[in-house]
């Protein structure tokens, strides 16, 4: 199921559930990259969004059992990726200590991103929201 909500003021949100599927994060890529595209968003910073959308998604799918919920949301300039999902275990950042490591660097990847994330309890789970500055650009969604 696909929302997409046109919010007050300057605010434009979509809300997409994704089964739960190896497919989902190239799902989520091309749904994140078709919006953001209608949203006028810098190209940089919508490859940025994509990357970290795909590794919040992947996320999902390795250590949850059951489907996710994709919200874009813009709001001036800054763009909120949340990904809901029914773990209500919080992801935690781990440093890297050796090259031959695999896995576990995601929330380290979207810091470097310039992403501010965060995590918020649901009934069903938890929310992990990104939250990345699109630059100047994006066009004044109140139009």
């Given at each position: 199921?696909?929302?997409?909500v046109d919010?007050?003021a300057?605010?434009?949100s979509?809300r997409v559930v994704l089964?739960?599927?190896r497919h ?5 890529r091309?749904?994140t990259a ?9 190209f ?9 959308v ?6 999902t799918?390795?250590?949850t059992?059951?489907?996710?919920t994709l919200t ?15 773990s209500?275990e919080v992801?935690?950042a781990r ?6 490591e695999?896995?576990g ?8 991103l310039?992403?501010r994330v ?10 992990v929201?990104a939250a990345l500055?699109?630059g100047?650009g994006?066009p004044?969604?109140?139009?």
């Amino acid at each position: 199921m696909t929302i997409t909500v046109d919010s007050p003021a300057h605010i434009a949100s979509h809300r997409v559930v994704l089964a739960r599927s190896r497919h989902a994060p190239e799902v989520a890529r091309k749904i994140t990259a078709r919006w953001l595209a209608a949203c006028e968003a810098p190209f940089g910073a919508a490859a940025d969004a994509i990357l970290i959308v795909s590794e919040l998604v992947t996320n999902t799918f390795r250590h949850t059992s059951g489907p996710c919920t994709l919200t874009l949301t813009v709001c001036g300039s800054e763009l909120d990726i949340g990904v809901a999902d029914t773990s209500a275990e919080v992801p935690q950042a781990r440093a890297v200590t050796c090259v031959d490591e695999r896995g576990g660097f995601g929330l380290t990847m979207l810091g470097e991103l310039g992403a501010r994330v965060s995590v918020a309890p649901t009934p069903e789970g938890k929310t992990v929201h990104a939250a990345l500055d699109l630059g100047p650009g994006v066009p004044d969604l109140r139009e």
